[in-house]
């Protein structure tokens, strides 16, 4: 799965409607289809590298709390390659 999760879920309160969602509801998303990867996109360009680290860490923190069987989540990067 891929999904755009630019925001954190604290971001998302002040930025409901612009056609992104939290990394947590990308991650409840790919629980509930069942999938086995799901890579988070579309990252502000305003966030360091350290940044969008921390959201993939609590991305698959939250994944582990809310499923016994998560997916691999990971930050897609530029020039990455995801065989299919």
């Known amino acids: ?11 998302y309160e ?7 969602m939290s990394y ?3 991650v409840r ?5 069942g ?5 988070l996109t579309h990252h502000d360009p305003e966030r360091t590298d350290d940044q ?9 923190e939250f994944a582990g ?5 998560p997916p691999r989540i990971f930050a897609a990067r530029e020039k990455m390659e995801v065989a299919l």
């Open 1 to 11: 799965m891929v999904a755009d999760a630019q925001y954190t879920p604290e971001e």
């Open 14 to 20: 002040s930025k409901r409607g612009w056609g992104h």
């Open 24 to 26: 947590e509801h990308a």
């Open 29 to 33: 998303l790919a629980v509930d289809a």
């Open 35 to 39: 999938v086995r990867e799901a890579a």
């Open 52 to 60: 969008v680290r921390e959201i993939e860490r609590s991305a698959r």
């Open 65 to 69: 709390r809310i499923s016994d069987r």
